[in-house]
């Protein structure tokens, strides 16, 4: 159903995503390539957490740190949500015309956003623009608590109809070998996940790389 499909199905389909396929060897040995989260699979373009990785592993040192980079991403997404509030709720009208929405709310955001690093220091009224942003959007979701901003992926990973491809398995395996290069190098780095007090972390990832709280 359009606008129900799964993150990884959707990015397969997009323009980038068949791009990548055919860029995959050579960004492969230009050593290119792109980061994302557990709703997309593992390939050689694109390097994804490990899955049911335990604390206080390498694995799950090298979760942490991938996350950290996908972080500013991820704020730019709430950013851009908080200050158009066309976006606190489900867009309206045909599916075709949503890309025009939201290109809309993009370049507007990265023209506001430029101009503010452009200025010395921050002002009093870009705090309180900061603050009428925080305000609205609390405001909005307090009158719908049904409203969820942005959209939550499925706790579904990507999966192949039928046996996958020989070109697929060997994305697959060629990905698995990148980051595992990856992990091994922080680790040999010496670079750990910040701890509490030099205490173990109170908290692991569940079997879809979400951090819940360890019980006591």
């Known amino acids: 159903e359009k606008g129900s499909s799964h993150d990884s199905p959707c990015f ?7 791009m990548l396929l055919v860029m995959a060897e050579t960004l ?13 699979a593992l390939r050689s373009f694109l390097v994804t957490p490990y899955d049911n990785a335990k604390p206080n592993t390498k694995e ?7 996350s950290s980079k996908r972080i500013y991403v991820e704020c730019a997404f709430g950013e851009i949500d908080r200050r158009w ?4 709720k489900a867009l309206e009208g045909e599916l075709s015309g949503h890309k025009y929405t939201i290109d809309s709310c993009l370049r ?8 503010r690093l452009s200025k010395e220091k921050t002002t009093e009224e870009d705090s309180y623009e900061l603050e009428e942003l ?5 405001d909005f979701y307090g009158s ?3 409203e969820t901003p942005g959209v939550y992926a499925e706790d579904v990973l990507d999966t192949v109809l039928g046996r996958p491809s020989c070109r697929e398995t060997m994305l697959r395996e060629h990905g698995k070998q990148l980051r595992d290069r990856l992990c091994n190098g922080l680790e040999n780095a010496g670079m750990a996940r910040p701890t509490s007090g030099g205490k173990s972390s109170s908290a692991h990832h569940d079997r879809y790389n979400r951090m819940v709280c360890n019980e006591k």
Do not use: M, T
Not at 60 to 66: A, S, T, V, Y
Not at 85 to 88: K, N, V
Not at 134 to 138: G, I, K, L, T, V
């Open 144 to 146: 719908n608590p049904l």
């Open 134 to 138: 925080e305000r609205a959007s609390n």
């Open 108 to 115: 507007l955001h990265n023209f506001i956003v430029e101009y």
């Open 85 to 88: 509030g066309i976006l606190w």
């Open 12 to 18: 397969n389909k997009s323009s980038l995503g068949k």
């Open 28 to 40: 492969r040995r230009q050593g290119l390539y792109l980061i994302g989260d557990s709703a997309y």
């Open 60 to 66: 799950d040192n090298f979760n942490f740190f991938l």
